[in-house]
């Protein structure tokens, strides 16, 4: 099971900060990659951030790259995601999702989803 938690207010203005944690619990958190993913409305679901297995390589979308952060704590079975200068196209679900050995940005790699948490960001 994955749980998606957004730490601080979901509706923040541009240029705000927002930090997302996702807690899984149910298989071996450190021997998987963990990732995000947004799904805007009316698109596609379209890769966010990855971490591999040991926090030792982190994986960004264009997009984010340079505002947006991940992170995990395998003692505490979290990954994180800081969000920075968040802008209006951010506005979407974010879902955190947990893949057996890699960390990859196809959504469909991935063997468990959190709920999913909604972020909006107004201009």
């Known amino acids: 099971e994955v749980s998606c938690r957004r730490l601080g207010g979901g509706s923040v203005q541009a240029g705000d900060s927002l930090r997302l944690s996702c807690a899984a619990s149910?298989?071996?958190?450190?021997?998987?990659?963990m990732g995000w993913f947004r799904q805007a409305t009316g698109k596609e679901r379209e890769f966010v951030a990855a971490?591999?297995?040991?926090?030792?390589?982190?994986y960004y979308s264009d997009s984010v790259k340079g505002r947006f952060t991940i992170s995990r704590d395998n003692a505490k079975n979290t990954v994180y995601l800081q969000m920075n200068s968040l802008k209006p196209e951010d506005t979407a679900a974010y879902y955190c999702?947990?893949?057996?050995?890699?960390?990859?940005?196809?959504?469909?790699?991935?063997?468990?989803w959190g709920q999913g948490t909604l972020v909006t960001v107004s201009s």
């Open positions: 971490v591999t297995w040991s926090g030792g390589s982190t």
């Open positions: 999702a947990a893949q057996k050995g890699l960390a990859t940005s196809s959504w469909l790699d991935y063997d468990y």
């Open positions: 149910g298989f071996t958190f450190s021997g998987y990659g």
